[in-house]
């Protein structure tokens, strides 16, 4: 053999072994991943193309007493169609009928989307879109449509879901009924988000294309569950009221923004709150929850506290004189001056507070505690007025009575300024309360906004009022005030909306604002004391004056001071059209035996003899006809899981009547 033949046989000897070695480097790796690795790339395949998708579960709705929805959640769904999964012999027989009820559905022609479908199987489109934001309603239908019903692999029916929150009721007190999203944990839905909130589903899903994944069964693998109800105090037709009232209000007078608060008077429950605030549109919408938010000088309305201290320490009785003299007297060279020119006189002390003769009030409460001014600051922070409430609902402001003890704060004219409502500092909610008490015998009660907790038609707890102050006055203190204030109505500052056909007490306020001391781009001072120009007028009472069941304040900020700005021109009327209308126009009383049903174990007394039939039933009632709000209140309460869609009356109803019923079926009503 020759050396080169040697050569030859030499270099394909080594290429045999290369060759060899590397075959054998190919096979250990593919034994490696077949056996050693296989699991963990077998999972990682799946998940890259198989999912878990969440499925987020519908918070809890939030009602009114009566049963109205305030919030709720509602289901939308894009509707898409898988179209190469279905089969050419099913989309061809069935593609006209499909295309008429997508037609009839949406409006488009029935040539569009035979076009439209055509298309997308030519180019085997695995997530064709056929419509967004569809109802549950509508859902439920298309779900059936030719093809559809076929499902996800024969049918091509892809449906993803989301949910949305809405108000039936609109923008109004949407502040207080709140919400828990990006814009922070607001009212009733922020307070009791945790009760609210549900648990959540999931559902299998497999990639089809690039960020596109299909449902791999018709079925959940885990349901959601629904959040829990929370029942509120607030009354839609009382919330109604105050609303158009306070917004006539506060267009008539261009106000920047006001507040009107109902509270039942036993126990405390608000019955209605509507906080609007001025765009610079001139329009009107729940801005901020002045209401409960807003500590501000109440002026005038704060006399009255000024006066249950000093009638209580027995300093004064109504009938004690004091002199007005002209209406006006200066303190360290600060003005103190009546709103009526020339002053009153000599007049009672009763009569003070029914003229809101500021040099009056100034004048006793110096005579009596200008020596020792902590014993009248004492006796206020024992009515709590210088403490929080403690509500449920976050924001509450801050109230301030100044003390001697903060000598920085602290002054000359301090306890003179006190008196008449200068230099404090309450939310018209924590004014409410101290008003309510003077109407409520002296026992003081904790504002109540929610009334019961609710999981599947079950209540879980019942909210009892809450004492805040047993007596924050003597008996006889009380009755002297609130004859009084019945007399402000009567012969005083409001006497603008005294009726002889119904009684009504209360106090009106007006306050000059105080405008912080500022510096404008040049560097000039501005603000820095009392405006001539911005003024809160204010008004607090409850009604019937003789056996008060309701109270109520009103604020309104910076009304248009050419057409008016004292408590009585500008927040009162608010007051009367509220208390005219829930007791001469609709008394309250009719009013809820005639609207939805009350739960049962809030108030069975109140239920009319239709609804008590049919919560006594165990078959699907005919709600027909009914308002959505009083039907869902009735299917609610029977136990069953109720969806709607549209506004107004029931059209239809997707549980026949007297289809015997289980506790947690679902009923889909088509509302028009």
Not at 97 to 107: Q, Y
Not at 241 to 247: Q, T
Not at 272 to 290: D, V
Request: charged share 25%; proline share 3%; aromatic share 8%.
């Amino acid at each position: 053999m020759s050396t080169e033949q040697k050569s030859i046989l030499s270099r394909l000897s080594i290429m045999v072994v290369l060759m060899a070695f590397f075959l054998l480097a190919i096979f250990v790796q593919i034994t490696r991943i077949q056996y050693v690795e296989g699991e963990q790339y077998r999972d990682l395949n799946e998940h890259r193309t198989v999912r878990n998708d969440t499925i987020f579960f519908n918070r809890g709705n939030v009602v009114s007493e009566a049963g109205n929805l305030l919030a709720t959640s509602m289901s939308k769904y894009d509707i898409r169609m898988d179209v190469a999964t279905v089969k050419n012999e099913v989309f061809e027989k069935n593609i006209q009928a499909l295309s008429e009820s997508l037609s009839e559905m949406f409006g488009k022609s029935i040539s569009f989307y035979e076009t439209s479908l055509r298309k997308a199987k030519k180019t085997q489109n695995r997530y064709l879109l056929i419509a967004r934001n569809v109802g549950y309603m509508d859902y439920l239908k298309i779900k059936n449509f030719p093809i559809f019903r076929l499902g996800v692999y024969k049918g091509g029916f892809i449906a993803e879901q989301r949910t949305v929150r809405e108000h039936p009721i609109g923008k109004i007190a949407e502040r207080t009924i709140g919400y828990h999203d990006y814009r922070g944990a607001v009212g009733i839905e922020g307070a009791y988000t945790d009760y609210l909130e549900g648990s959540l589903g999931w559902r299998m899903k497999q990639k089809i294309a690039q960020n596109q994944w299909k449902p791999i069964n018709d079925n959940n693998e885990v349901e959601p569950k629904d959040g829990s109800d929370v029942i509120t105090t607030l009354d839609i037709n009382v919330q109604d009221i105050a609303h158009h009232a306070l917004l006539a209000q506060l267009e008539y007078f261009e106000a920047d923004h006001g507040c009107v608060i109902v509270m039942e008077t036993k126990t405390g429950a608000i019955k209605a709150i509507s906080n609007l605030g001025r765009t610079t549109a001139g329009k009107y919408y729940e801005k901020r929850n002045y209401g409960v938010w807003e500590s501000h000088e109440p002026g005038s309305t704060f006399k009255v506290a000024s006066m249950l201290v000093a009638l209580e320490d027995k300093v004064i009785d109504t009938g004690t004189v004091v002199d007005t003299e002209k209406g006006k007297m200066y303190i360290h060279r600060k003005k103190v001056e009546d709103s009526h020119k020339g002053g009153y006189g000599k007049i009672s002390a009763a009569r003070v507070l029914e003229v809101s003769s500021n040099v009056g009030i100034v004048k006793l409460i110096q005579k009596h505690y200008k020596s020792h001014p902590q014993k009248f600051v004492d006796a206020l922070e024992k009515l709590g007025l210088n403490s929080k409430i403690g509500l449920e609902i976050k924001g509450e402001g801050q109230p301030y009575i100044p003390s001697p003890k903060d000598k920085k704060r602290w002054n000359g004219i301090s306890l003179e300024w006190m008196a008449w409502g200068y230099g404090v500092s309450l939310t018209p909610l924590q004014i409410l309360t101290f008003y309510n008490a003077i109407a409520n015998d002296g026992k003081m009660v904790k504002p109540q906004f929610v009334r019961a907790l609710r999981t599947e038609g079950k209540i879980d707890k019942v909210f009892a009022p809450v004492v805040i102050n047993e007596k924050i006055a003597s008996k006889q203190t009380i009755l002297k005030l609130r004859a009084i204030l019945e007399n402000v109505v009567k012969k005083g500052t409001a006497t603008n909306i005294y009726t002889p056909l119904f009684s009504m007490a209360g106090k009106t306020g007006t306050a000059k604002k105080y405008i912080p001391l500022t510096r404008n781009a040049d560097g000039v001072a501005q603000g820095g004391g009392y405006s001539n120009s911005a003024y809160v007028a204010s008004f607090a009472g409850f009604f019937p004056a003789d056996t008060p069941e309701y109270s109520c304040v009103v604020v309104i900020h910076n009304p248009n001071k050419r057409k008016g700005y004292y408590g009585a021109t500008v927040a009162a009327p608010v007051f009367q059209k509220i208390a005219e209308k829930m007791y001469a126009s609709v008394p309250v009383k009719t009013t809820i035996e005639n609207t939805s049903p009350v739960l049962p174990s809030l108030d069975l007394a109140l239920r009319s003899s239709f609804v008590r039939s049919h919560l006594e039933t165990t078959t699907i009632p005919n709600v027909k006809g009914m308002s959505g709000m009083d039907a869902i209140a009735l299917l609610e309460n029977l136990g069953l899981n109720v969806r709607f869609q549209g506004v107004g009356r029931v059209a239809s109803q997707s549980l026949a009547k007297g289809r015997k019923i289980n506790k947690g079926m679902t009923i889909v009503l088509k509302l028009s």
